[in-house]
Nanobody
Framework: QVQLVESGGGLVQAGGSLRLSCAASGRTISGYFMGWFRQAPGKEREFVTGITWGGGITVYADSVKGRFTISRDNAKSTVYLQMNSLKPEDTAVYYC??????????????????WGQGTQVTVSS
């Protein structure tokens, strides 16, 4: 089992910044691609960003490109999401997840096997 715990969410004004953390325990996230998703009220959970095990490759949804940065510290089994220039449309519950592998589609929820409980991000206008 892998336990993923997100933290760092909160209420911020438009244009502000937040840094989310996703700490893993139990069986590690070592060797795995990790992703962040978000789910706004009444909407489907969507892919935001992901990072390879070594951190050498990162991918972003077009909606957050240039504003969000994903990183990881494997020694701490932690993945981070730095969110800058936040917009009201970024308001959502943010989840981290471990990519199961066996597929090249890292944007699909079904390809992730472990999920955190989520952290709420609210951006006021």
């Amino acid at each position: 089992q892998v336990q993923l715990v997100e933290s760092g969410g909160g209420l911020v004004q438009a244009g502000g910044s937040l840094r989310l953390s996703c700490a893993a325990s139990g069986r590690t996230i070592s060797g795995y691609f990790m992703g962040w998703f978000r789910q706004a009220p009444g909407k489907e959970r969507e892919f935001v960003t992901g990072i390879t095990w070594g951190g050498g490759i990162t991918v972003y949804a077009d909606s957050v490109k240039g504003r969000f940065t994903i990183s990881r510290d494997n020694a701490k089994s932690t993945v981070y999401l730095q969110m800058n220039s936040l917009k009201p449309e970024d308001t959502a519950v943010y989840y981290c997840a471990r990519f199961l592998g066996g597929s090249t589609d890292y944007t699909a929820r079904k390809n992730y096997d472990y999920w955190g409980q989520g952290t709420q991000v609210t951006v006021s206008s």
